[in-house]
C-alpha cells in the first residue's frame, strides 16, 4: 500500500512549456488541443512533454507560409513576460 506521504515525496508536477522553449519546430508537426481545462489551449507533443502554442504564433505563421510555402522549421523567441509577452517567429533555413 502506497502512502500519502510516499506519493507526495515522489509527485513533480506536470508543467506545460512552451514553444519558445524549443530550438527548432517543424512546420509539419502535428497540433492538438486540450479543451478539457479551465482555458483551452492548443500544444504540440515532443519527447513526451506538452508544448503551447499562442494564437500569435500561429498567426505569424502563416503568414510565413504564405510568403514561403517551402518553410519546414522555425523557432520562436519569446520577451516579456505576463500580459505583456510577445512573440516572433523566426524562420530557419
Known sequence: MTTLKEIAQNY?????LNIADLEIVDVNVEILEDNECEFPFSFI???DNKYRVPKSVLIDL???LED?????KFRVKK????MNT????IPLI
Do not use: C, F, H, R
Open 12 to 16: 513533480s508536477s506536470k508543467q506545460i
Open 45 to 47: 507533443l515532443q519527447d
Open 62 to 64: 502563416k503568414a510565413m
Open 68 to 72: 514561403n510555402p517551402k518553410m519546414v
Open 79 to 82: 520577451t516579456g513576460e505576463g
Open 86 to 89: 510577445s512573440y516572433t517567429v
